[in-house]
């Protein structure tokens, strides 16, 4: 299974973005899809998360202006970035970890290359 990232870019605070997050392969064996950040010099963090069930997670920093969906036939989890401010600048990653009984999958751990998004002030 392969993650692909897009959507990032150089936005103004206060705009917004989207970000896409596009699964290939068997990608039946994966289910949930996380969204994490780093930005220079800080460690790698989790920004939002959405299970297979559609439960969503978001970390207090994001919460109320980012958004996180899937579209199970596009095979895509998209995350909607509202109200950007200076401090989501990162590069952003797609991230999908967890078990399975499919060959090459038992447990997995997998990234996307990661888009950045640049927001200034």
């Known amino acids: 299974v392969e993650l692909v990232e897009s959507g990032g870019g150089l936005v103004q605070a206060g705009d917004s973005l989207s970000l896409s997050c596009a699964a290939s392969?068997?990608?039946?064996?994966?289910?949930?899809i996380n969204w994490y950040r780093q930005a220079p010099g800080k460690e790698r963090e989790l920004v939002a998360a959405?299970?297979?069930?559609?439960?969503?997670y978001y970390a207090d920093s994001v919460k109320g202006r980012f958004t996180i969906s899937r579209d199970n036939a596009k095979n895509t989890v998209y995350l909607q970035m509202n109200s950007l401010k200076a401090e989501d600048t990162a590069v952003y990653y797609c991230?999908?970890?967890?078990?399975?009984?499919?060959?090459?999958?038992?447990?997995?751990?997998?990234w996307g290359q990661g888009t950045q998004v640049t927001v200034s002030s």
């Open positions: 991230n999908s970890k967890g078990g399975s009984t499919c060959p090459g999958l038992y447990e997995y751990d997998l």
């Open positions: 959405i299970t297979s069930g559609e439960t969503t």
């Open positions: 392969g068997d990608t039946i064996c994966i289910s949930g």
